[in-house]
């Protein structure tokens, strides 16, 4: 008896011993990744940028007041413990003590203060500025005790600043080592309080990070992370197959199989909160472009169901507006885009424009290097069954960090490819303000109903108004044809075989819980 317990003890510590050996790391703080992405950041201050690349650098140094739960979506702590609401318009959040940024200063409520006064500075120009201007003030009440004051009901505060961030939220930066430094050098030598701090980056080529020892949550599992910039889809997948890159993003459709039959990697995909890239139409620049009729034309040339079947081979859906469905105030009557080169050439007829008479040759901007899974190809289609109306299309694609300056100009281009959601964004009241209302710096649409419509949502308090003010902005939106009919697609990530490391949301890379299995 005594022996066969002894045995069966033998076995139960091997299996445990053997599980272990699966899924534990070497050791903590031990190891180095190499991620592959499509594109790097263009500058590493969260508070002036709109962009992916820097937003998945900063989600792993950077951090806010409250945290996404990536199981429920909901609040979490962050460097606040808690909050409450003391009325419609005042935020009180008891802060974390004995925190510390990267280079040793304290973290306290002036770090808070300063940070959100930074983004809402005019002249700091911050991308974010637009979504918080109904901040009115921070009171520091003591060391570790702040109250957000704002103009008007702001419902959306809470999100404001929650991390991982994306543009709209507010990361905490040290006061005094960004007035030391200035902003320049914060921009290439960023300090958060998160889990990892930054090493070195070149721009071209790659960003380096390391595990921060004395992160408030505990050390990261692994030390040294590398974002490798590898625009090439191929080239990123021969990364990944040969051990170059341990981790690749945007892996694009026609490389899953081989990659899942190799062997040596596997596929980890995630439908949740995915990038919905989308071609935008820039009425603003006037011309025949501003005519209703016009964009209603061209958004019938389009098959998006085909687009989805065919190019993404099934790795996306397709929705009526570039929303995500499980944000709140998604509106699930909006019927999908049904295509008609009929009705579109007869829309075109009644509009002035027989066969596309009288339109000008059409500007295409989108980034190269598989920013957006087969978007090059997206491009491409789009521009062919325009063709088929008799409007003439230029394509001009761009390195990610000229596209994203080229953006802006909205007097350069005529259509343009970009992706807004994503980045846990659960409530539709942002995406909809980057991609169409007049106060943001990255619409292309001016129309005061639009406008009206999400600016009294973006300020009530009561979840079911609201709600319904987000439906009626978004049959606004969907009547106007501001936007072509859209798609969402899957974050697609190769990821080795002994990396712990699964997809968590949208396009996030996110590296506190990531590993090496012995």
Do not use: C
Request: glycine share 10%.
């Amino acid at each position: 008896m005594r022996r066969r317990l002894a045995r069966t003890l033998v076995i139960t510590a091997v299996a445990i011993g053997l599980l272990a050996l699966e899924v534990m790391p070497v050791d903590a703080q031990s190891g180095r990744l190499v991620i592959g992405v499509a594109a790097g950041p263009e500058t590493l201050d969260p508070h002036m940028s709109a962009s992916l690349p820097t937003w998945n650098v900063a989600r792993n140094v950077f951090e806010s007041l409250l945290a996404r739960d990536l199981k429920t979506f909901g609040y979490k702590p962050g460097l606040a413990e808690s909050h409450r609401v003391i009325d419609d318009t005042t935020w009180e959040f008891k802060l974390r003590r004995g925190v510390r940024f990267h280079n040793g200063e304290e973290f306290n409520a002036e770090a808070v203060k300063f940070s959100i006064e930074r983004v809402l500075n005019p002249e700091q120009k911050s991308p974010s500025r637009g979504q918080n201007v109904l901040i009115d003030r921070v009171d520091v009440v003591d060391p570790y005790t702040i109250r957000i004051v704002t103009k008007k009901p702001m419902p959306m505060l809470l999100e404001r600043f929650t991390a991982p961030g994306y543009t709209g939220t507010i990361p905490i930066v040290p006061p005094k080592y960004v007035k030391e430094k200035g902003d320049q050098y914060f921009a290439a030598n960023p300090v958060g309080t998160g889990p990892f701090r930054m090493v070195r980056w070149d721009k071209a080529e790659s960003v380096e990070l390391e595990a921060n020892p004395s992160y408030w949550g505990g050390a990261p599992r692994i030390k040294t992370v590398v974002l490798k910039t590898i625009p090439e889809p191929a080239t990123r997948v021969s990364a990944l197959l040969t051990g170059e890159a341990d981790i690749i993003s945007h892996v694009p459709p026609d490389s899953v199989g081989g990659i899942k039959k190799d062997g040596r990697a596997r596929i980890s995909e995630t439908d949740v909160d995915g990038i919905p890239p989308h071609v935008q139409i820039n009425a603003m620049k006037g011309g025949p472009l501003a005519d209703v009729r016009v964009r209603q034309a061209l958004g019938l040339a389009i098959d998006m169901d085909l687009v989805v079947k065919r190019l993404l081979r099934g790795h996306g859906v397709q929705r009526p507006l570039p929303l995500d469905p499980r944000a709140f105030g998604y509106n699930p009557n909006l019927p999908l885009h049904k295509p008609g080169l009929d009705r579109a050439r007869k829309l075109l007829a009644d509009a002035g424009h027989p066969n596309g008479q009288g339109i000008p040759e059409l500007v295409f901007i989108f980034p190269t290097g598989g920013r957006y899974l087969m978007g090059e190809a997206v491009a491409e289609y789009v521009a062919q069954q325009f063709s088929r109306l008799g409007v003439r299309v230029k394509l001009s694609p761009g390195e990610y960090g000229a596209w994203l300056v080229q953006m802006r100009d909205k007097k350069s281009y005529d259509l343009g490819m970009i992706g807004w959601g994503g980045g846990g964004r659960f409530e539709v009241g942002d995406t909809m303000f980057f991609q169409l209302h007049s106060g943001s710096p990255f619409s292309w649409l001016n129309s005061s109903e639009f406008d009206q419509a999400l600016d009294r949502a973006r300020e009530t308090m009561d979840r079911d108004t609201r709600k319904q003010l987000y439906w009626k902005a978004q049959e606004i939106a969907y009547n106007l044809a501001a936007l072509m009919p859209a798609h969402q697609t899957n974050s697609v990530y190769g990821v080795r075989s002994d990396v712990v490391w699964e997809a968590p949301l949208g396009e996030m890379i996110l590296l506190y819980e990531a590993a090496k299995k012995q």
